[in-house]
């Protein structure tokens, strides 16, 4: 009996205790996206004889350990290495650079140990570190800390596109404007800071009518206006009140938006990079060739009407009518396979899990934290609207995975990594009193 006494019981919340504050919800439902991703990937390679869903499986596994020992880890000592993170994080990106190895005309792994590495991937959250680092301390309220933020966004955001990885510096965008929006910036800024991209877009668009500068230059007549609508709102947003400057400068920011936008369709983006933009527009104009992938989608989601075809009897995901599914287009297969309704359910745990973290951001104990967990948000959001936007037709076709779902080893290492960082945002928030 004395020896029973002496012998103490180690109970469950021993072993719960260090996570006690994480976020379980927000946990699991990655989880669960990994497990359904892995189920997907094996229905699209059933007939090939691959194991590309065990590598996901297994991944994923890794990742699941990371995130829990980076949910133990107090986030607060990385505002003291985020030099450090910037500097690791350009140095692998020019690694990529000078020793890395290209496949499908982009130059983006390089070898460890035999396993090939995206480091494009994990320099998203080396980004995120840095600018939260960044703007916790001051905001982004005034035009110098957001010309700083830039400068900072701008030697990563390079290196990626010279890869070139359009897609991946896409990504680096909306982690940028998602960061300095809840860094309390002027909206005003954020629309004047995209709006090149636009204005690139439209005055490569001659319609109506097309209005001549010169004999090798001809402007759409919705760049001319777009810019002076972008005039207009630097007028009221920007300080630069005396002699309309603030207008000019919205003004000409869009004309040089539209002149550089035209010089990077003829001089920079490559052929691949031209047939998916415009195989976006009008599918119809190459259905064998540039828009092949996201026709095939579209019909594949289509014969999965409300409730699907069942798991392995999809035909166009049998029968490997979607190239790329196990990786871009995973989307797709859930349509088909598990029709509208499964697609609502996957996008439902989606909107759960940006609903967590929107929460953790908001209650997050200090603004470090804070801005760590909007970071991940937008990464997240971003890459989940423009994967399924293209599987449907809705967004150009890009190589950004569908979190959690599609196979790709980097991604998925990313992914939890992310989520570790913020479930230790949430694990070290003051005790809440009930």
């Known amino acids: 009996m004395l020896l029973k006494r002496s012998i103490p019981k180690i109970r469950w919340s021993y072993w719960v205790k260090p996570w006690q504050q994480v976020d379980w919800l927000l946990l699991s439902l990655p989880v669960a996206l990994t497990i359904f991703g892995g189920i997907m990937i094996r229905s699209t390679e059933l007939n090939q004889g691959l194991t590309d869903w065990l590598w996901h499986l297994g991944t994923g596994l890794i990742g699941l350990a990371i995130a829990l020992v980076i949910a133990l880890i107090r986030y607060e000592n990385l505002i003291q290495l985020h030099w450090v993170t910037y500097a690791i994080t350009n140095i692998s990106l020019l690694a990529v650079m000078i020793s890395g190895h290209s496949a499908k005309g982009a ?18 959250v080396g980004l995120i570190i840095t600018l939260a680092a960044l703007l916790h301390k001051r905001t982004a309220s005034g035009l110098d800390s957001v010309f700083k933020t830039l400068a900072i966004t701008a030697l990563p955001w390079g290196l990626v596109f010279l890869q070139p990885d359009l897609a991946t510096s896409l990504v680096f965008g909306a982690i940028f404007l998602g960061m300095l929006y809840w860094a309390n910036a002027n909206p005003g800024w954020l629309i004047l800071m995209i709006s090149p991209i636009v204005a690139a877009i439209l005055f490569s668009i001659p319609w109506p009518f097309p209005i001549a500068f010169s004999k090798d230059l001809t402007f759409g007549p919705l760049g001319l206006i777009w810019s002076f609508t972008m005039g207009v709102v630097g007028l009221q947003t920007l300080p630069w009140r005396r002699f309309a400057l603030s207008g000019l400068g919205g003004l000409s920011l869009n ?3 539209g002149e550089l936008g035209l010089f990077a369709w003829n001089h920079v983006l490559k052929d ?3 047939d998916r933009l415009t195989s976006f527009m009008n599918p119809n104009a190459d259905p064998l060739g540039a828009a092949y992938h996201q026709i095939q989608s579209r019909i594949a989601i289509g014969a999965g009407e409300w409730w699907g075809l069942g798991l392995n009897k999809g035909p166009m995901t049998q029968l490997n009518f979607v190239p790329e599914q196990h990786t871009d287009f995973i989307f797709s297969a859930v349509g088909e396979e598990f029709g509208f309704v499964g697609s609502l359910v996957v996008l439902l745990i989606f909107w759960m899990i940006i609903a967590r973290l929107l929460h953790i951001a908001q209650t997050a104990k200090d603004n470090f934290g804070s801005l760590l967990a909007i970071g991940v948000l937008s990464m997240i959001v971003f890459q989940m609207i423009v994967n399924i936007g293209m599987t449907v037709g809705l967004a150009p076709v890009a190589g950004i ?7 790709g080893r980097s991604a998925m290492l990313t992914n939890f990594i992310s989520l570790g960082l913020v479930e230790s945002v949430a694990n070290f928030r003051q005790r809440q009193k009930y």
């Open 107 to 124: 130059q983006r792994w390089i070898s460890i140990a035999g396993i090939p590495v995206q480091p494009s991937e994990f320099a998203k």
């Open 272 to 274: 691949y990079q031209k």
């Open 401 to 407: 995975p569908l979190p959690w779902l599609s196979y």
């Open 255 to 257: 004309l040089l938006g």
